[in-house]
């Protein structure tokens, strides 16, 4: 491989695409033939004419080596290109060495915990616990790497730590770091208060600001920042931190992930921290690790799972990432539990409806349904398919019900459902809820849709709910009330706007989930917001999941348990895999309440139309 810059007679010239994440190869007419085979050989179909080519990132490190057969040594590099290859090489090699000794990760960590305090240098200030001292020796051992650690185990403080080595060794100057929003709070403490010269720590503006030690920016504004970024970490050595990164778990296919790709090369260190690595199985892990190692991550992914063994595949990425599990935090357990409705009859007869089974007033229904999210509303309750006069309009019960005509159509009783039957969800959250107020606990209440978060909040009126979704303007007036009001005793949202970046263990014990989607990570980060680090000892943490029966719901159900099956299995964590193996609940009446007690609730709170 040799580089010969602005040489006109080269047989071949490589470079980054516009987005850096592609190559481009070029080559000349007499090796018209060979470029053929060469392109055929990397990635068959890259080929966009007789004399160029265009190769996404990961496939060409991963066939880099194909560069062997081309017969003639005037090669053309791109300085920067050349030099992520030689880098990827390396660190192959150096990632080959850790999982050939995977069978030694019991023993002793490459570097020693006594060892980290000296790599830190004198400026570090930052205290650690005894496991993140082992998460920072295991990185140190690799040039990138992945923090998989559970929220509450300091994932900030370690990847700062590292950036702290880094500089005792002049390798980086600068920290990128990639992270939502409600991330940036901790990321300006834990760099004021770990230095004993606190890191001159900005948020990114219009421009990345060149005096900056620690630049902070969010997922949403990156796609159109990478050519600002792109300048600042070229500027001088840098580290770069992926913070939640399953963000990012689309890869090239995806705004972020081509945005953290096409960044990722420019640093002299890359590490991705989310305890949720594998939401959706093997795919979100290889996009993930082709960030850290690109050309390499993916296809040892893929290798690793590709045999259906989980234990193994466990032992064999294990070497590539740290991981601080719940159990070695000391937190008490947390109780699971799935509680099953059955659907009253006009519920019932329009789900099916919706479905594609259809009755002989169905009308055109089915054209309503199909869509996952449309089903999701519908086993809660078919009326939030129905648009109300504004965009946020509760659900109005009618107390007590009316009786409903066997002469009207499907789609008049959809619209008018909620005069007719309550929803048996909702039900049973008003008595959970007023179950859990008795005995003056607090329930934060997940469901996905802005509708029905309105409409609960309306249900839930005695217990002075406090409501937090996307279109929320006082959102952190909410947060505040329910944590510091004795008589707000229920927190309304949806995983999509709090499931991140927020702590209520301390007043909080009890989460309910009237529907869940199919995103495990978001149910896991959901779940991990009143069960984390700070918990006392006898805490009694409880989760109940509300299902209808005969629904997508169980369909929901079994590809979650799935879903954290493979991840807990990959992540050598017995926890997450029983957080899918959730144990049914009897249908029982919550604190003496039945339905006639919650009729006469909601006809105290004049609720109808």
């Known amino acids: 491989m040799t580089s010969t810059p602005n040489a006109p007679e080269s047989s071949l010239q490589l470079s980054f695409d516009v987005t850096r994440t592609r190559v481009v190869l070029r080559t000349k007419s007499v090796f018209r033939e060979e470029f053929a085979a060469l392109i055929g050989r990397i990635a068959p179909g890259g080929q966009t004419g007789p004399l160029t080519a265009e190769v996404d990132l990961d496939d060409f490190l991963a066939g880099v080596g194909e560069l062997v057969s081309w017969t003639d040594d005037r090669v ?20 080959q060495q850790q999982l050939a000794g995977a069978g030694q990760l019991a023993g002793p960590a490459p570097v020693t915990d006594g060892e980290v305090s000296v790599l830190l240098g004198p400026g570090w200030t930052g205290e650690l616990t005894a496991f993140q001292r082992r998460d920072i020796a295991r990185l140190l051992a690799l040039r990138h790497g992945a923090n998989f650690s559970v929220p509450g185990a300091g994932k900030t403080r370690v990847a700062l730590a590292l950036f702290s080595a880094m500089r005792e060794r002049s390798e980086a100057q600068r920290l990128l770091v990639i992270c939502p929003k409600s991330a940036y709070e901790a990321w300006n403490f834990e760099s004021a208060v770990c230095f004993a010269d606190p890191l001159r720590t900005l948020v990114m503006g219009t421009t990345a600001d060149p005096g900056a030690e620690v630049l902070i920016v969010n997922y949403e504004r990156l796609a159109r920042s990478v050519a600002s970024l792109s300048a600042w970490l070229r500027a001088a050595p840098a580290m770069i931190v992926l913070d939640e990164a399953h963000r990012m778990k689309l890869g090239s296919s995806g705004a972020y992930g081509a945005a953290c790709l096409a960044l990722g090369p420019l640093a002299d260190r890359r590490l991705i921290l989310t305890g949720t690595p594998a ?11 082709s960030f850290v190692w690109p050309g390499h991550g993916k296809r040892v992914v893929a290798d690793a799972v590709g045999g259906g063994n989980l234990a193994y595949a466990s032992s064999v990425l294990r070497p590539l990432f740290t991981r601080t599990t719940k159990a070695e935090l000391g937190l008490p357990p947390v109780t699971t539990r799935i509680r099953y409705v059955d659907l009253p009859p006009l519920h019932r007869e329009i789900y099916e409806a919706l479905k594609g089974n259809p009755t002989a007033r169905s009308g055109d229904l089915e054209a309503l349904g199909k869509a996952m999210l449309r089903m999701l509303m519908a086993a809660t309750s078919p009326a939030l398919l129905v648009e109300g006069t504004t965009r946020y309009e509760p659900l109005a019960y009618q107390v007590p019900p009316l009786e409903a005509s066997s002469s009207d159509s499907l789609g008049t009783l959809l619209r008018k459902l909620p005069q007719y039957e309550l929803s048996p969800k909702y039900e049973e959250t008003v008595k959970i809820v007023a179950d859990n107020a008795a005995q003056k606990r607090k329930t934060l209440v997940w469901t996905t849709f802005v509708r029905s978060i309105t409409t609960l909040d309306r249900l839930l009126e005695p217990f002075q709910p406090a409501t937090v979704h996307g279109g929320t303007p006082d959102r952190d007036e909410q947060i505040r009330r329910f944590r510091e009001d004795p008589n707000c005793l229920v927190l309304i949202s949806n995983p999509a706007t709090l499931g991140e970046g927020i702590s209520l263990h301390h007043e909080c014990h009890d989460a309910l989930y009237v529907d869940r989607d199919f995103m495990a ?7 991990d917001r009143i069960h984390r680090l700070g918990l006392a000892p006898e805490t009694e943490t409880r989760v109940t999941v509300l299902a209808a029966r005969g629904t997508v719901d169980e369909v929901v159900a079994y590809r979650l348990e799935e879903k954290l099956e493979f991840m807990g299995s990959i992540l050598d964590d017995p926890a997450v895999r029983q957080l899918g193996d959730l144990q049914e609940e009897d249908m029982i009446s919550s604190g003496g309440m039945d339905a006639a007690d919650v009729r006469a609730l909601l006809a105290h709170l004049k609720i109808a139309s």
């Open 521 to 527: 990570g978001r149910f896991l980060q959901s779940l």
């Open 279 to 289: 939401p959706n199985g093997a795919r979100d892990l290889e996009s993930l690790l």
């Open 76 to 95: 053309e590099w791109e300085e920067s290109l050349a030099g992520l290859v030689s880098g990827v090489l390396d660190d192959a090699e150096t990632a």
